[in-house]
Structure formats: C-alpha cells, structure tokens
C-alpha cells in the first residue's frame, strides 16, 4: 500500500487548503480514491485517524471513517457536481460541532466550531490526540485470534488495526503500515491452516524484526514528539552514559547526535525503509565506538539481526556509577559563551554517569530547568549574578532529589518486585507509623507503580514528567521549590 502520506492527511480536510483551494483539496482526495480503491482507502482511513486520535473509542473512529469514505464514494464518481465535495465536507465539520456528535472528543473541538467556513474546518482537521503514555494492545491467544478472525474477519481486521495503531501511532506510518499487513497476513494464513500451532510459531519468528522496529520506533519518535530534537539528543546521551559510564563525552556526544538526527528524519518520513535503514546505520556505528569498551555492548552487538541487536542495548540497565573526581560546575562565561549549550550538555552528562540509577525523565527536570536559567540569566542586564543566584536555589534542592531519585530506582533495578514493594512497605511504616493497613498498601502501590513506570529507561515521557513533577511538589511543602 504505497502511497503519498501528505496526501492522505487531506482525508479530513487538509490544512494546506487555505493556500490551494477547495478544489485541489477535492481533487487530491479523489485521486487517492480512484487510485488505491475503496477498500485500501477505506483502510488507510482508519489508521490514519486511529494514529491521530489514539484515545478515540473504536466506534467513534468507524463513524469518522464511515463519513469520510461515504463523501469520497459520492463526490468522486465521475460527473459528481464540483461543489459535491466542499458541500460534504461542510455537513461533516457540522456534525462534528453538534451536540451529538459522534466523531472522537477533543477538549479544542468547541474553539474550534466557534469559527465559520474554511477556518472551522482547518481547525477542526489540525485536531490530535497527545501520544499514549502507554500502549495498551496485548496480543491474543493464537486461539483467540483465530475465532475472532474466522467469526467476522472484516470486524477482526477493523478492530485490529484500531487497538495496535492508537498504541503505537507515533512509529513511521510505513512501520505501522507494513507491521499491521503483516500481522493480518499471519493471522489469515494460519488460521486455516491445518497446523495453526506451527505456523504462527514460524510467522511470529518471522515478522519479529518488523515488530521491534515497530516497538522501538514508536518509543523513539514518542519522545522526539514531546522532547523535540535538541532534548531528545540529552534523552539518549542520558541513556548511553548509564548504561557505559567509562566511555567519555567525546564517544558518547556524536551517537546521541546521531541518534536525534535518525528519528528527526524518519518518524515522519513517508519513505518505507527511512526508519530501519537509518536506525541500523546508527545501530552500527554504537556497536564499532561501543563494544570494544564494554563487554555487554559487545554481546549485544554480537547478533546477526541488527534490530534485535538495537533493542538488546536499549534494554542495557544502567551500569554501577564508576569512581570519577569531583564534578566542576561549569562557569558563567561558559554557559553564557557561543557554546553554552555545549558546556550544559557536557555538564548533564558527567551528573548522569555519576548517577547511572537516576532516569532522565528525572534529569529531564534539572535539564528544562537549566535551560530555562540559561535562557533568562544570559539575556539579563547583570548575567553573573543572575546565575550565582539561580545556582545557589538549585544547588541547594539537587543533591537531594538525585540522592533520593538514585535510591529509589536503583532499589528498583537491582530488586524483584516482591522484595522491592517490601522495602517500600518498611520505608513508608517508618515515616509514617500510625498509617492504617489500608493506607499503607495504597501508598506502597502508589510508588510501586510510579517506579515500575517510570524507572525503566524507556518511560513514557509525559506521564513520569507529571509524576516527577508531583514528586518535586511534595517535596515543596518542606521549602525547597527550585526544580519545579
């Protein structure tokens, strides 16, 4: 199913309308029709708007899908009135803005049927649902999947292609669109098969690659939407540090440069090998700097697959935190020099390898905040003191924060989670002894879950930023509230 993905986002009315005109909008969107065929149109549809609105119900996605491919059938045939499709289109933004209206909710939906005409539909066709913090398909049994397929294999395919795209939306739209064919391909041909068993033992080992990529892609580019590529270079020079603490910046700086540039090319690219081809360059390139200087690089990077070699490093957990001198704060004629940014990064990086326990949804605060006292400071009439200042309140909170972030998770990785919830279980009864039975089991899940989220390397951004940031709240109601 190869097509033109910028074309395919004027589906809803694209937003390039203004500068084009009704009539490309419609011309573009009847050429794809007439092209790919009502049912890979009708399909295409449904993941492009499962990816956009990831939070939408499946009965809400087929009620869009449904009008949209309804318009399309009725105003591309030829001979349909010129004004067919504009008057449609309009009929669609109006039941969006009724008060039934059976399309996915969206908190903008009301600001945007506020305006009038074109504007209201290109408001109403720039709405998105934030990523999922966590992707919530789990795969059936091999029995179930089959007596789902064989009961209606249309509903099974619609369903499908639903769950797994609002859970993985943001992987590369050829990732997911390769990984969900080549899901259904399994799924029907071993559903009839006289041996099931067998065959998708064999198809799943298969299509193995395509679902790491699809796994890893989807994590990558999540945080390359909400990080943006400048933090998302901080995000892996984080993850790469902990993981190698003996390696130096100079080794480690030019991967996570290159790492940011692999995903600000491919997560929104439309060509169909971009993501594998960049991010198996890239994985080559960890594995010639890295595997000589640490031996669990080197294993990993021993695989044939060099997917599975990518995730095996990924899944790295942080090595112990090396013996290394005192760290040196940066001066203020660096951070304010052509090159602050670097001495700032250089800065993340030896308080990272310092604290290999420490998350970088954790760091990530300490990084926003030296950001925004570079920002503010270095454009101030009296820069140095400025920054004296902002430094002493920070100073004050950091050791704190990381000594207890470093606890907590490092308790977390090097515990099961029975022994761990014990801990928990302990540490809480002593702050807190008059604590009844049920509040204490509360507050243990409560952390228990925060550190299984959020500990892993590879958390959900938003998420552990707000529960960070609730963290360093809680943590203001004894006066420190300079991270937050």
Request: charged content about 25%; aromatic content about 8%.
């Amino acid at each position: 199913m190869k097509v033109a993905v910028a074309l395919l986002l004027l589906l809803f009315v694209a937003t390039h309308a203004e500068h084009r005109g009704r009539a490309y909008v419609r011309d573009k969107v009847c050429q794809e029709f007439k092209t790919m065929g009502k049912d890979d149109f009708r399909t295409l549809t449904l993941i492009m708007n499962s990816r956009k609105f990831s939070n939408a119900t499946f009965e809400e996605i087929s009620h869009l899908v449904r009008e949209i491919v309804s318009l399309a059938e009725t105003c591309c045939t030829d001979g349909a009135d010129p004004s067919c499709y504009d008057a449609g289109s309009s009929a669609l933004s109006a039941k969006s803005c009724g008060p039934d209206s059976p399309f996915p909710a969206h908190p903008e939906t009301a600001a945007c049927c506020a305006h009038h005409g074109l504007e209201q539909k290109l408001c109403l066709a720039a709405l998105q649902h934030p990523p999922r913090q966590l992707p919530h398909y789990v795969e059936p049994s091999n029995e179930e999947l089959c007596q789902a397929f064989k009961k209606d294999p249309k509903d099974f395919a619609d369903r499908f292609l639903h769950e797994y795209v609002s859970s993985y939306g943001q992987a590369p739209l050829p990732v997911l669109l390769g990984s969900t064919r080549n899901f259904l391909s399994m799924v029907s041909t071993c559903c009839i098969s006289p041996a099931p068993t067998v065959c998708f033992l064999k198809e799943k080992l298969q299509r193995k690659t395509l679902s790491l990529l699809t796994l890893m892609s989807n994590r990558a580019c999540t945080r390359f939407t909400v990080y943006g590529k400048d933090k998302l270079k901080f995000s892996y020079l984080t993850m790469l540090a902990q993981k190698i603490p003996s390696a130096s910046f100079e080794d480690l700086s030019p991967l996570a440069d290159d790492a940011a540039e692999v995903f600000s090319q491919c997560c929104d690219s439309v060509a169909e090998d971009c993501m594998q081809k960049k991010l198996s360059e890239h994985t080559a390139k960890v594995c010639t700097t890295l595997s000589a200087k640490d031996e669990r690089f080197a294993d990993c990077c021993a695989g044939k697959n060099i997917m599975q070699n990518y995730f095996c490093i990924s899944s790295l957990k942080p090595a112990a935190a090396p013996k290394l001198p005192e760290l040196q704060k940066p001066t203020n004629k660096h951070l304010c020099g052509d090159d602050g940014a670097l001495h700032a990064r250089r800065y993340m990086f030896e308080l990272s390898r310092r604290h290999t326990s420490v998350p970088d949804v954790f760091l990530g605060k300490v990084y926003d905040k030296s950001e925004n006292v570079i920002r503010e400071c270095c454009s101030a009439k009296d820069a140095s003191a400025c920054l004296d200042s902002k430094k002493q309140q920070v100073g004050g909170e950091l050791p704190t924060f990381l000594e207890k972030a470093n606890q907590f998770c490092g308790q977390y990785d090097e515990l099961n989670f029975l022994d761990f919830k014990k801990r928990l279980r302990d540490s809480i009864r002593q702050t807190m002894p008059d604590a009844s039975p049920e509040l204490l089991a509360q507050l243990v899940d409560q952390r228990a879950n925060f550190a299984s989220t959020c500990c892993p390397a590879n958390s959900p951004p938003l998420y552990c930023a707000t529960q960070v940031t609730a963290e360093l709240e809680s943590m203001c109601k004894q006066g420190s509230c300079a991270l937050v």
